[in-house]
């Protein structure tokens, strides 16, 4: 029982020391994006958005929960259009693009 305490404690330490842009790798990935280019867009989008566009990007899933697992980066952007922030839809296309290469 001990151990398993242990091991739980451990794995939630761990989590909570994920860097943003392996946050936004693996909501990505949950997203459906190919797992090296949601890496690549994880470590490019970390430092170009700001923490409402990075929160904004997180929520996608109760946008369109029905795409979960299937989006493309195209759909993803579309999900995050609004057009008070445009610069936060142009990042995700750009670095979607940039990350195909």
């Known amino acids: 029982m001990i151990v398993r305490i242990t ?3 451990s794995l ?3 989590a909570a020391c994920a860097s943003p842009s ?4 693996r909501k990505l990935g949950e997203y459906g994006v190919p797992p090296g ?3 690549c867009m994880g470590d490019r989008l970390a430092n170009r958005l700001s923490t409402s566009q ?3 990007l997180g929520e996608i899933s109760r946008l369109n929960p029905d795409r979960i ?3 493309r980066v ?3 952007a579309r999900a995050l259009d609004d057009p008070r ?3 936060l839809v142009s990042e995700v296309i750009r670095t979607g693009i940039i990350c195909l290469i």
């Open 7 to 9: 091991l739980l404690a």
């Open 12 to 14: 939630l330490f761990l």
């Open 22 to 25: 392996q946050r936004i790798a």
């Open 37 to 39: 280019q949601a890496q």
């Open 54 to 56: 990075l929160k904004r």
């Open 69 to 71: 697992g299937r989006m």
């Open 74 to 76: 195209e759909e993803i």
């Open 85 to 87: 922030d445009p610069r």
